[in-house]
């Protein structure tokens, strides 16, 4: 739980200082954006287009034409960046109907392409079909629901939605406070099927250029962008095996995914 205190510092929120945020509550998110949204207020976690941009637009080629998934969107201006820069296929997801409805209501006639669905990341359903996205981001959400007492329920329902909607030769890229000794054991389960490759970023949104995550050690305040592409040296993972992991998580009572039997790969030397 320390890494979800150390989080109250960057919340929209202020709160009760005596208390650390409950991120993984829908509830404190209503009232959070209860808050704020009346005021048209908008707020970017760890990072925005500035730290972002470099990376994310050659995952998509630079192709406009590609499309985007942002899973817990928020009111964070990330996909508004991403439509400036020509890229329109732009979807965001979010269980707070007033986020939506605020983001939506503030890009209706500079950005009437965008798309805003109200969904749990962890469970969208029939709301969004398969394969649909070449580039799914989720920015911090992660970090909202390791915070959860539940949460390895949480992490893989949202992992599982990703590795659903994104295409074949898509990527998933997950923005985190954490570092890989947090999430590569979410990230790396066979079930998912992904190489990963973690990129350390500097803290300071507006100079993030990248660092290797093998030397010298985490900066203070860095964060980690973790890319993640089908692995060359596996079969396509199934629905089945995403479906298996699910249930292995839901038996058990511990809320860690590093309890859950699984049938691991060798880790790769590239990137994974």
């Known amino acids: 739980l320390p890494a979800c205190m150390a989080s109250a510092s960057s919340s929209p929120h202020d709160g009760d200082s005596q208390k650390p ?6 509830r404190y998110w209503e009232e959070v954006y209860g ?22 637009e050659p995952l998509l080629a630079r192709d406009p034409e590609r499309s985007v998934l942002h899973l817990g969107c928020g009111t964070s201006t990330l996909a508004e960046d991403f439509y400036d820069h020509g890229f329109r296929q732009q979807t965001s997801v979010d269980v707070v109907p007033s ?13 009437p392409e965008m798309r805003w669905v109200v ?9 969004l079909p398969p394969a649909s996205f070449d580039l799914v981001v989720e920015k911090s959400t992660l970090d909202a629901l390791l915070c ?33 000794h947090v999430l590569s054991r ?10 990963v490759r973690v990129v350390e970023l500097q803290g300071d949104p507006e100079d993030a250029a990248p660092r290797s995550s093998g030397g010298g050690g985490r900066r203070r305040n860095s ?45 790769s030397s590239e990137g994974e």
């Open 186 to 195: 979410w990230l790396r389960q066979p079930a998912f099927g992904w190489q």
């Open 223 to 267: 964060h980690y962008a973790y890319v993640c592409t089908r692995h060359p040296r596996r079969g396509p993972p199934t629905q089945e095996a995403r479906d298996s992991l699910w249930d292995r998580v839901t038996a058990r009572a511990a809320s860690d995914v590093s309890d859950v039997p699984s049938s691991r790969s060798p880790p």
């Open 119 to 127: 969904a749990d990341a962890t469970s969208i359903g029939d709301a």
């Open 21 to 26: 945020p409950e991120f993984g509550d829908v």
């Open 99 to 111: 986020v939506i409805a605020q983001m939506a209501a503030r890009n209706k006639a500079v950005r």
């Open 148 to 180: 959860t007492d539940d949460h390895a329920q949480a992490v893989v329902g949202l992992l599982r939605e990703a590795a659903r909607l994104v295409r074949p030769a898509g990527v998933f890229l997950s923005v985190s406070m954490h570092g890989p």
């Open 35 to 56: 808050q704020t949204g009346a005021e048209g207020e908008v707020f970017d976690w760890l990072q925005g287009w500035p730290g972002l941009g470099w990376l994310m």
